[in-house]
């Protein structure tokens, strides 16, 4: 799949090859879409978007996710032996922590604030006919029994993040604890550790083609005359996570670090992309990580806690929905939830973001149970089900942007961000796949002994 030779100096970068597949995929997906080429059943349908389109997408985001689990716990467990301090260990937990909950609560405030002021919903009086079952989101109590995994094994194969963050950060401790014996452990896990990013490294080779199979496949489904019904909610929406993502981040990391604007949003756009694309914060795991630790500097110690950690506790984006979406719904069924009922939205959507991981669709559970809690009728949540695709995709991009802007302040906080790595715009750009053939061969006759 990979030509070891296709990366070479002076060749077009990944994010410019990714944003080039990003936009053909649109403007073909939406041309399939406009053109009515893409009839169930049809030729277009069966062989190339739910085919090769379909195929292709899908094989990169599984091998997106293969990754997901052992590189968290790999780079983790390096990273707590990393930090060799386990105070420092607690301030990085409790700082990364009251900053996602804040940009969390700040997003959705926004988010009702805009709203109420556009008044969206308040000519509209629809009937829902589409049905939604909302499944529901676990409470509070289960989510803090549940970090502690029963069966580390099952906590791995299921990919429960919060299960195997708790654990991998246990065993680092305790490697620590048992200190110069545990020294030859610590050596193979930084081995692996590396091993899993090369392995990253290898994946992205494929990632331009994939991107652009799943946004055209994506584009050529989406009903856009949806889109002109809803337009109030959707305009509102995406208004609000811009303001966020140009305006609100910007500011925290501008305040926090004093680090350069312009440089953190360049650096960011490939890793945006592919939020954007499989539209799951999770998956988009990998390409975090690398992004922060490889382009933006932040060390391992913080960046391998801030990341798994903010993928599952941090989503502004969606935060961002549930508050949109709720003044839409209240108008449309004329509710008036009052200042109370929006103050529990807030606390309602900040909890849930905690318990539910960054995987499609993830927010529209949430707002399931902010719906319960206000007492908003659920199947309201079935007028914005047929264009959350796009919307969440907008939404994960400005959740991982969240997770990297909080990775780099926590990190600058505790002198762990190398702003050397930081300012050079090539640092971490080029993908690294060349085979060193005289070390293959080392290896392989190391082996056979
Ligand atoms: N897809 C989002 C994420 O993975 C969650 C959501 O808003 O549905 O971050």
């Known amino acids: 799949m990979v030509n070891a030779k296709t990366n070479g100096d002076g060749k077009m970068s990944l ?8 936009v053909a995929g649109i403007i073909l997906g939406l041309a399939i879409n406009i053109f009515g080429l893409n009839p169930a059943g049809g030729f277009v349908d069966t062989y190339i978007t ?10 990169f985001v599984n091998a997106l996710k293969m990754m997901v689990v052992p590189l968290v716990l790999f780079s983790l467990i390096c990273g707590v032996c990393g930090i060799g301090d386990i105070k420092m260990l607690g301030r990085v937990g409790s700082k990364s922590f009251g900053l996602y909950l804040l940009t969390t609560a700040i997003a959705i405030a926004l988010a009702i604030g805009v709203s109420a002021l556009s008044g969206i919903g308040s000519g509209m009086n629809m009937v829902a006919d589409v049905a939604f079952t909302g499944k529901d989101a676990p409470p509070l109590s289960q989510v803090l029994i549940d970090i502690i995994p029963n069966n580390p094994v099952s906590a791995l194969s299921e990919g429960e993040m919060l299960q195997i963050i708790f654990f991998a950060i246990l065993m680092g ?11 030859k452990v610590v050596e193979l896990i930084e081995v692996l550790n590396e091993v ?10 494929i990632a331009p083609y994939a991107v652009f199979c799943l946004i055209a496949k994506a584009m050529a489904s989406l009903g856009l005359a949806l889109f002109a019904e809803l337009i109030g909610y959707v305009v509102v929406l995406i208004g609000v996570l811009m303001i966020h993502l140009f305006v609100v981040l910007p500011t925290f990391l501008k305040v926090f670090t004093g ?14 992309v592919f939020a954007f694309s499989t539209a799951s914060s999770n998956a988009t795991i990998p390409v975090t990580l690398r992004t922060v630790t490889q382009r933006l500097g932040v060390k391992n110690s913080v960046g391998s806690f801030t990341v798994p950690f903010g ?26 939830l009052g200042i109370a ?9 900040v909890l849930a973001s905690i318990g539910t991981a960054g995987v499609p669709g993830v927010g529209l559970i949430m707002l399931s149970m902010v719906f319960a809690q206000v007492g908003l009728p659920l199947e309201g949540i079935g007028l914005i089900l047929g264009v959350d695709r796009l919307l969440d995709m907008v939404r994960t991009a400005v959740n991982v942007t969240g997770d990297a802007t909080v990775s780099c302040i926590v990190a600058k906080s505790e002198g762990k961000l190398d702003e050397s790595v930081f300012n050079d715009p090539n640092a971490g750009a080029v993908f690294d796949v060349e085979i060193d053939h005289d070390a293959e061969k080392e290896l392989a006759s190391a082996a056979k002994d």
């Open 15 to 22: 994010t410019a090859k990714v944003v080039i597949g990003l």
């Open 173 to 183: 401790v305790c490697i620590l604890m048992v200190g110069k014996p545990a020294k």
């Open 341 to 349: 009922g929006y103050l529990t939205v807030i606390v309602m959507a």
């Open 259 to 272: 680090l350069n604007i312009m440089t953190f949003m360049k650096k960011v756009r490939s890793m945006q």
């Open 311 to 336: 993928a599952t506790i941090n989503m502004d984006g969606t935060a961002i929905m549930q508050g949109v979406a709720t003044v839409f719904i209240a108008n449309i069924y004329g509710v008036d």
């Open 50 to 59: 739910n085919g090769l389109f379909h195929v292709v997408g899908k094989m």
């Open 196 to 205: 899993m990013m090369k392995m990253v490294t290898v994946i992205m080779e």
